[in-house]
């Protein structure tokens, strides 16, 4: 039977409804064995095509067909957009102008760099560590969320900007503001302030250039000509997001994490130096980002037998991609011991983050010093009654009380 064309289409389903912020990996473990890729939509109606096997999405994440360039969108991706100015970068542009701004901002990523950065995140979590302590010894509990994995992240990526000292409080209230809006209109005065703040950032540290990764990118804008102004203030944006919300999130989850399996825990109290080991695990096992940043088909792709047109919306799934049992045998269970830990966290392919080592360093140092100095650490509730943020793109602690002995 011929389908009338005046019959409206029946509705995509929304897997992202109250079952799924109670347990996402359930979710997605049931699309994933339905199939390798489904049509759903998302929250706001916006219809998107949904990847869920591993080998689909780290060959997708590689493949050159799905941009990231918004251009290439026939159907249109609705949400909240930047303005024009902060949207010129990695995250937006084709391949070529993608190469050339990744060469570029890696310089302020290289090894080198790094390690210089090492001393102002040691400070930083010795810093919030005694902080955490302290407001436990007065008064029972605090939240780690608040008072540690929230603030780390932003003072690193204050250092590597070189935020001014007397700029840091009012500009990390901001870039919190922005991870957890409390609404649309919140996020965009939290937006606009910040770039007002990086507008003026540049205009300063172009006056008074310095040996950090604004200063470099400057000089590629004024020197070289191969910046344009937006592209700039955009890259020093995503830098700032970009280094603030994953590691934020795989602090405070991964704490929980640890002492929610005392086993391991105890592997880790006994030989600290597996600490590196265990931080890969808990990037594939606890890791808050849910899907990649979209993609757009620049020609007609298949996956599974499924053909998905050009120009179409596609989610490649990280979380359902770290729990699939055919590339990680019992993908629910945490183990140090795991002998493959390769995951997708930090991205794949082109998008891989220039990132990854800065959060790694930031991740293991927070977590070890965690570990040695509060021995007693654990959760001030049941661990049944905590709060997690739970949309498409990430699921996250909102907050997590914690006390010690």
């Known amino acids: 039977m011929t389908q009338d064309p005046t019959t409206p289409a029946p509705p995509l389903p929304c897997p992202y409804d109250e079952s799924f912020a109670r347990d996402p990996h359930a979710v997605h473990a049931r699309l994933r064995a339905a199939g390798p890729v489904h049509r759903v939509a998302l929250p706001d109606g916006s219809p998107v095509w949904l990847v869920t096997r591993a080998a689909d999405v780290r060959a997708g994440l590689a ?24 949207d010129a970068n990695l995250l937006n542009v084709g391949p070529e102008d993608h190469l050339r701004l990744r060469r570029l901002v890696s310089k302020g990523f ?21 902080r955490l302590a302290d407001t436990i010894a007065r008064t029972g509990e605090a939240d780690l969320v608040a008072e540690f994995a929230r603030p780390l992240p932003l003072r690193t990526i204050g250092a590597l900007l070189r935020v001014p000292a007397s700029d840091q409080e009012r500009f990390s209230g901001w870039v919190a503001t922005m991870l957890a809006p409390r609404s649309k209109e919140e996020l965009v005065a939290a937006v606009g302030s910040v770039h007002r703040f990086l507008v ?21 804008r004024d020197e070289e000509d191969r910046l344009t102004e937006d592209e700039l203030v955009s890259l020093a944006f995503l830098i700032l997001m970009a280094g603030s919300e994953t590691v934020q999130h795989v602090i405070s989850g991964g704490i929980l994490t640890l002492l929610s399996h005392p086993e391991q825990l105890a592997v880790l109290r006994a030989d600290p130096s597996r600490l590196p080991e265990a931080v890969e695990e808990l990037l ?51 183990d140090i011991d795991r002998e493959d830990k390769a ?38 509730g049941p661990v049944e009654e905590l709060s997690w943020t739970s949309t498409f793109r990430f699921h996250a602690l909102r907050a997590l009380p914690v006390t010690a002995d």
């Open 343 to 380: 995951h997708l966290a930090l991205g794949h392919g082109l998008h891989y983050c220039l990132g990854a080592p800065l959060a790694r360093l930031q991740i293991t140092l927070a977590l070890g010093t965690l570990l040695d100095r509060l021995p007693g650490l654990r959760p001030a």
């Open 284 to 334: 594939r096992y606890t890791g808050p980002n849910q899907t990649a940043v979209r993609r757009f088909p620049t020609e007609p792709v298949e996956i599974g037998g499924v053909r998905i047109p050009a120009g179409d919306t596609v989610l490649f799934c990280l979380a359902a991609a770290h729990r699939d049992p055919d590339r990680h045998p019992d993908p629910d269970r945490f």
């Open 63 to 86: 493949d050159a067909r799905y941009s990231v360039d918004k251009r290439h969108s026939t159907t249109g991706f609705s949400g909240f957009s930047l303005p024009p100015a902060l």
């Open 200 to 220: 003026e950032l540049v205009e300063r540290r172009r006056a008074h250039p310095g040996d950090d990764m604004l200063s470099s990118l400057i000089a590629a």
């Open 110 to 130: 290289t090894a080198r760099h790094v390690e210089l950065l090492r001393a102002d995140v040691r400070t930083c979590v010795d810093e919030l560590t005694a």
